[in-house]
T-cell receptor, first 114, second 114 residues
Framework: QKEVEQNSGPLSVPEGAIASLNCTYSDRGSQSFFWYRQYSGKSPELIMFIYSNGDKEDGRFTAQLNKASQYVSLLIRDSQPSDSATYLCAVNNSSGAGSYQLTFGKGTKLSVIP | DGGITQSPKYLFRKEGQNVTLSCEQNLNHDAMYWYRQDPGQGLRLIYYSQIVNDFQKGDIAEGYSVSREKKESFPLTVTSAQKNPTAFYLC?????????????FGSGTRLTVV
């Protein structure tokens, strides 16, 4: 069973600070990694994806990938109260049943305090 | 605008009833998925379909059934055999390369047993 692990939180950060969200995965062959944001009562929306080791920046968001450590993270700079949500990490399965499907973590709840 | 439409937004089921959740997409995506989300839990895969007239069981298919007669539509029936159906149900779709592009989610259906 492929696993994607996230700290459930809640992670509380003050407004303007950097929020750091972490995710580890078990499938060493995984090639694509996604971060979804889910507001309470709403559906997930894709905010970032990364395929290569290193950093990928998009506005206030930076995704970081380290395949050797099987670790992916999301940094949110200048956090705003509107960033308060649950962040889901998703990783593709590289083999076996459901190959190429995405496996989702349970999510980390982020709370940005004004 | 292209997207995924789930209906109804809220659904109430009496004990012993079957209910059907609708999912329609106009994104021309090949693959479609049904997930269940319980409070504080991640997304659990119920069924998925990669092409018309073909679908596969996910991790928690018992008590559910689906059909894929058209590319655009992937309805989910929650049968009376599903003993604990109260949950938030999410439909998603992706192109055949969904493991690269990620999934697009509908707005969800909240099902409550009364």
């Amino acid at each position: 069973q492929k696993e994607v692990e996230q700290n459930s939180g809640p992670l509380s950060v003050p407004e303007g600070a950097i929020a750091s969200l972490n995710c580890t995965y078990s499938d060493r062959g995984s090639q694509s990694f996604f971060w979804y944001r889910q507001y309470s009562g709403k559906s997930p929306e894709l905010i970032m994806f990364i395929y290569s080791n290193g950093d990928k920046e998009d506005g206030r968001f930076t995704a970081q990938l380290n395949k050797a450590s099987q670790y992916v993270s999301l940094l949110i700079r200048d956090s705003q109260p509107s960033d308060s949500a649950t962040y889901l990490c998703a990783v593709n399965n590289s083999s076996g049943a459901g190959s190429y499907q995405l496996t989702f973590g349970k999510g980390t709840k982020l709370s940005v305090i004004p | 605008d292209g997207g995924i439409t789930q209906s109804p937004k809220y659904l109430f089921r009496k004990e012993g009833q079957n209910v059907t959740l609708s999912c329609e997409q106009n994104l021309n995506h090949d693959a479609m998925y049904w997930y269940r989300q319980d409070p504080g839990q991640g997304l659990r895969l119920i069924y998925y379909s990669q092409i018309v007239n073909d679908f596969q069981k996910g991790d928690i298919a018992e008590g559910y059934s689906v059909s894929r007669e058209k590319k655009e539509s992937f309805p989910l029936t929650v049968t009376s055999a599903q003993k604990n159906p109260t949950a938030f149900y999410l439909c998603a779709s992706s192109p055949g390369t969904g493991w690269v592009t990620g999934y697009t989610f509908g707005s969800g259906t909240r099902l409550t047993v009364v």
